[in-house]
């Protein structure tokens, strides 16, 4: 084929595809337009309308109540490289601090939209003039001025009906947009805390007529960010989530640089009482004014890096965070994506590791389960010098109705935590006693500390009786294990040791995944490294290569060491 110049339409709708691609990018070019008409105001307010059957496809409108677009821009506002926040590449270079700089977004979104209506009020005009763009970026006819409010009103309809490959896939998932909508507008209010953000679901009949509001979120101007959090994760308990307030000094090595980072937002706390554990994913992150986007470098080194570290605390990875991180602008690059989503900072790796390393301290002081208190346990292990207290402070409570009798046929025995040497630290169990009642009574057992002692002392002087059953131990009440329990196996309460040596004569924990584990998602790999330090702190030599581990279908952790 020979070398062609491409016909206008074809050339803009071609390069549109670069940075607006969907009903969320429109609405993102949309909105961050608004907030930087609102960069001065301090009651500002943005409201989004999007149509309920497409998430936005057939009809759109933005609208705030910022600065409005002076007369003399207007008939520029929707053509190619015009913009009124950027005047040389200097002003880039030192550091932008609007969202838009390109002057590209209207133009490609007036490419795109069958229909596109701009209205705007300045402070100085007496009306509101009405443009109905074309897809020239110019008006269509002689604007109308009619009466309105000040700000500007952005109205599309038919988004991308000129790429009907695109918008029948994007109607297809208009869900995903619709959600990525509402976290987009969610992510907005925790970082522009001077205005509100209202979205607005419509339902809106094949010919563009307006019906009833659906669904109606308003996120009001002033709320703190930790309100914000509770209120859009829908969480009751404030302590599930701490505020960050920080600022760390980077410096650059072999140099005198030096600035500064401030570090603010919301983070989960994901200790195992947190209701935040398991409520809905919503992360978001900004670099100054911006928000970043989690798949690209920057957002995902820092997402990867939040879960490491949640990780390094034993701790659930977190679902549920905001962040943001003010950096001087003029050592942050954000020319770097066509979405403007990602930067690029030169000392990012200086920055980072001291970023993290605050954050590490943050949230090992700010998760950290306190200690339980331990009851009084004078009198505890004064007859077994081979126990200690700690070793027998357990609950036992239900008798779980699974097979125990071990490979051998040999009966089980209760792995008690101790610190003796291999053939004593699994406490023959002949504790059976407990469980000679019906299996209804037997659940609802729950014995003091002294009962508890005095069973378990029986149970190791006493012959076994009868044909010895599992035994769940309740984790809260073995301090060791509660540790783990509480920062890594969440909500898990209870672990059935079944007391039993195989073939290899290796021993054998049965852990009952409490469904819990798997609806968070805890990974394999953290109840392995849990199940290591429990065995490892009760004297057994253990690593992470020499437990096997297997989760059944019938959610029956098995951990053979
Ligand atoms: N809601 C608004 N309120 C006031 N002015 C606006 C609004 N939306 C657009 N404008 C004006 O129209 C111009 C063009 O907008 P457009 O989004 O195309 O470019 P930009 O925001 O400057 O850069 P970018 O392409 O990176 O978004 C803006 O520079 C701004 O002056
Ligand atoms: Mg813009």
Partial sequence: ????????????????????????????????????????????????????????????????????????????????????????????????????????????????SKQMQIKTRTAHDDVCEVWNVNKEGLPSAVPEKIAGPFGTTVKLQEIFSSTPVRKQFLQKHFRSQMEKIRRMIIGYSFAYRNIRFQLEVLDVSFNGHLGSVIDNMMIPSKSSSLEIAMNVLKLREKESLFELDESVDIHIPNSDDTFKVHISGVLPRMRAQDEVAASRRLKVLFVNERLLSLKLKFGRTISRGLNDLYEQAMLLKPQAWFLKLDIPPEIVDVN???????????????????????????????????????EDLTNFGTSNPSLDADDVELTVQTIAPVDTTSSDGKADSLFVPNNCDHTTKRVETHVSILHESSDDEASSIILSPQEELTQVRESLTSPPTSQPKPIQISLKRIPLISEMSQRTLGLVQNVLFTPSRNKDHRNDILFRESGWTSRVGIPTQLLQLGFVEILKKNGHRVSLSSLKTELNKDGIFKVEF
């Fill in 1 to 112: 084929m020979s070398i062609k110049r491409l016909k206008k339409q074809v050339f803009s709708s071609i390069l549109s595809n670069s940075s607006i691609y969907s009903q969320a990018s429109v609405l993102k070019e949309l909105v961050e337009n608004s907030i930087d008409a609102l960069i001065e105001s301090t009651n500002g307010r943005i409201c989004v309308e999007i149509d309920a059957k497409s998430a936005g496809l057939q009809y759109m409108v933005v609208h705030d109540n910022g600065s409005g677009i002076s007369k003399d821009g207007r008939s520029l506002m929707c053509l190619n490289c015009t913009t009124s926040k950027l005047r040389t590449i200097d002003d880039l270079n030192q550091g932008i601090t609007t969202c838009g700089f390109r002057g590209e977004a209207l133009y490609f979104i007036s490419q795109l």
């Fill in 336 to 374: 770097i994506e066509p979405s403007k989503d990602d930067v690029m900072i030169p000392a990012e790796l200086i920055l980072l590791t001291d970023v993290f390393r605050c954050l590490r301290r943050i949230i090992r002081k700010e998760c950290t389960v306190p200690e339980e208190q331990p």
